[in-house]
């Protein structure tokens, strides 16, 4: 049965529809897709055994969002997650890291990618150290423990990670600033780039090309190109977003030209540390700042507002 009135429409059909999930209409059974298991959200439920059971024993193995289907979203078909910005396919961010207006040619700065949205396992940001990055690298593991199915078992997670909240003290600390720009892609788009992401965080050594920005780049293309686009077509959409060939700072302007209306720029002043918020709409920049509290600032950055 087809949630007519409710379903995204569109040629050709709007194959991402629920939380962003793909949906699979093979022998008409209209259920959504998600990374670990299939679920039919006309009744709420899953068809299979959830692999986290064992760790919930007060939870249904079969229950969608653990119940909990108004305030909360869908981990992949894992576990449940406070709806907001994760209720949707998510956040490109692409950064700038280096020094105060830097913009030209040389080694004055780094540019980073990032994803955060309802398709990954982590409560924080999946954020890239991309070559000639450097920072705090946090010691922690990623994500759950994942079933392999073809060993037929659990795997512990044991990758290292870097953390985007430390990542950013640590620059601020010693005299730079970060620009943090979002970009809202189409859904499979975004779902293609969370993708590879979440990828060369597993095996940084995947990440393509010479430098930092070319990486990013590459990383943009390599996603447009997964969800259907030619390479022409994939070249030119990541051109768009990173048209230049080594780190700067993007002003106002630029950043609206890259497509994006939406950007944060993190700075330190004074011994204290600011964030400004930069939102076009009526044709117009609106910016706030806010100054982040010291002992505050890792709660502050790893628990983003809605978009």
Not at 1 to 26: L, T
Not at 186 to 200: H, Q, R
Request: proline content about 5%.
């Amino acid at each position: 049965m087809n949630m007519a009135g409710i379903e995204k429409q569109g040629i050709p059909d709007h194959k991402f529809q629920f939380q962003g999930q793909e949906i699979q209409e093979e022998f008409g059974l209209n259920w959504s897709s998600f990374k670990w298991r299939n679920a039919d959200v006309q009744i709420g439920r899953f068809h299979s055994v959830d692999p986290l059971a064992e760790d919930y024993y007060y939870n249904s193995p079969y229950a969608f969002s653990e119940n909990k289907v108004v305030a909360h979203v869908e981990l992949e078909g894992l576990e449940a997650a406070p709806a907001g910005k994760r209720n949707s396919a998510g956040v490109a961010y692409i950064y700038y890291v280096g020094p105060d207006g830097f913009e030209g040619w040389g080694l004055g700065g780094h540019t980073g990618a990032a994803y955060y949205g309802m398709h990954t396992y982590a409560p924080t940001t999946l954020y890239l150290p991309m070559s000639g990055q450097q920072g705090y690298k946090e010691d922690r593991p990623v994500g759950p423990r994942e079933y392999h199915e073809g060993m037929g078992l659990y795997i512990e997670p044991t990758v290292k990670a870097v953390n985007e909240a430390q990542t950013i003290k640590y620059y601020l600390d010693i005299g730079e600033i970060v620009q943090r720009i979002h970009y809202e892609l189409p859904d499979k788009d975004m779902i293609e780039y969370w993708g590879l992401v979440d990828g060369i965080m597993y095996n940084p050594g995947q990440a393509k090309g010479m430098c930092c920005t070319s990486q990013s780049r590459q990383l943009l293309i390599d996603s447009f190109k997964a969800a259907g686009y030619s390479q022409d077509e994939a070249q030119e959409a990541a051109d768009k977003i990173i048209y230049y060939n080594m780190p700067e700072e993007l002003s106002s302007d630029e950043v609206l030209e890259t497509g994006s209306t939406r950007y944060d720029r993190f700075y330190k002043k004074g011994g204290k540390y600011y964030h400004s918020k930069y939102i076009y709409s009526n044709k117009k920049w609106n910016k706030t700042t806010n100054e982040i509290q010291a002992d505050n600032f890792i709660n502050y950055i790893e628990t983003p507002e809605d978009e």
